[in-house]
């Protein structure tokens, strides 16, 4: 069974940037698609960034140009560089792997990590 560890969500003021981290272990998983969600109080999982083993990526329209997705695939770590970071930008931050397209849900999941924006 694969598993995600996520790590790096924290609380930061308006502005600031968070480096969050994915590790996925379980012998033999090379992931090609892995990605982020975030869940905020009383809103639905939504997609953050996801970049395949190739390395193309897809951001959601509210975090491009201020959120960037990377990837080792020999280390299998995924990481999302949040700059710029806003209020609404505050939420559970879930690392996801395991789909096959850039626009399916993989079915492994992390257990999430808290980002919270506010001065």
């Known amino acids: 069974q694969g598993q995600l560890v996520e790590s790096g969500g924290g609380l930061v003021q308006p502005g600031g940037s968070l480096r969050l981290s994915c590790v996925a272990s379980g012998s033999g998983f090379r992931f090609y698609v892995m990605g982020w969600y975030r869940q905020a109080p009383g809103k639905e999982r939504e997609l953050v960034a996801v970049?395949?083993?190739?390395?193309?990526?897809d951001y959601a329209d509210s975090v491009k140009g201020r959120f960037t997705i990377s990837r080792d695939n020999a280390k299998n770590t995924v990481w999302l560089q949040m700059n710029s970071l806003k209020p609404e930008d505050t939420a559970v931050y879930y690392c996801n792997a395991g789909a096959r397209t850039i626009t399916e849900i993989g079915a492994y999941w992390g257990q999430g990590t808290q980002v919270t924006v506010s001065s």
């Open positions: 970049i395949t083993r190739g390395r193309n990526t």
